[in-house]
């Protein structure tokens, strides 16, 4: 059961991150350009792993 709930936050709050991300576009440049990309791929990986294992269950 923990597994699924903890799977249920990584699916939702990767995908805010996500959604976050691509509504706003591209904003400023260099650096921050590149920690607005590297949040997206935080936020893609999040909702991958919640994915898995809100689908996964408690695996027993």
Excluded at 2 to 29: C, E, H, K, P, T
Excluded at 41 to 48: E, N, R
Excluded at 49 to 57: K, N, S, T, W
């Amino acid at each position: 059961m923990r597994n699924r709930i903890f799977g249920l936050i990584g699916v939702l709050w990767g995908g805010v991150v996500i959604l976050s991300r691509l509504s706003g576009g591209a904003q400023g440049s260099g650096a921050y350009h590149s920690g607005q990309t590297a949040g997206l791929v935080f936020g893609g990986i999040l909702f991958v792993v919640g994915l898995f294992y809100l689908i996964r269950g408690s695996g027993k």
